[in-house]
């Protein structure tokens, strides 16, 4: 399903219907549709917007650790390279194959905030 979910978001976001503040309404009626259409399940408003929160969760942590000191990217192996192990997430990013990294950054790219940058209420 998720590979389906991004299809559809990176489609969403060619047309054109992505803002500043995120996708737009009908941006999930339409990936509603399609996902249910190719995987043959229902989904609702809600199961979108909960996977893609996770999604998004996952981009930034992963910007982070690509940010941080002693971690790169292999786009060939499509995979994060720990260099260094003292960081807490080395062991568990290690060998982990990211196969969406690049629609990701496309989906989500413009508009997360790094973490040390981001502001806190």
């Known amino acids: 399903m998720d590979n389906s979910l991004v299809d559809a978001l990176v489609e969403q976001v060619n047309l054109g219907l992505k803002s500043d503040n ?3 309404p009908k941006t999930y009626k339409a990936t509603i549709r399609e996902i249910n259409e190719t995987c043959g399940i229902l989904l609702e408003n809600r199961h979108i917007s909960n996977r893609l929160r996770t999604l998004k969760r996952l981009y930034i942590s992963i910007k982070d650790l690509l940010s941080a000191s002693g971690f790169g990217w292999d786009s060939d192996k499509k ?8 960081h807490p997430y080395a062991e568990r990013v290690r060998g982990k194959h990211i196969d969406r990294w690049d629609d990701l950054a496309f989906i989500f790219g413009n508009d997360c905030a790094h973490r040390s940058f981001a502001s806190t209420a």
Do not use: H, L
Request: aromatic share 10%; net charge negative; charged share 25%.
């Open 79 to 86: 995979m994060i390279v720990a260099t260094d192990d003292s």
């Open 22 to 24: 995120g996708f737009k």
